[in-house]
């Protein structure tokens, strides 16, 4: 799956990392909605960081489509839960 994080560029990540991924998105998910600030902020690096980690980056002139967009680094609480479906942001697969 190509998943793009906004302002950064795309990675390629193989399907069966999705599961440690999730785990990552769930605590995210709960958090938004408790409008928890700090852990959002930690959980939400932490799931971007994991995605570079276990991606392959792909070329910045690559025009592959995005499976998958995640929100900028800087995204706000409040972006992030606008941008939040009952799967989080990153949807079972």
Known sequence: MIVRIMGEGQVKLA???FAELNKLDD???TEVRDGDGDG???TFHALLAKV???GEPLPDDSLEP???ILPAPDATLEEVRELLNDDGL???L
């Open 15 to 17: 399907d069966g990392h």
């Open 27 to 29: 605590e995210l998910l």
């Open 40 to 42: 959002f902020r930690r």
């Open 52 to 54: 570079r980690e276990l």
């Open 66 to 68: 995005s499976e998958l």
């Open 90 to 92: 990153i949807p079972s």
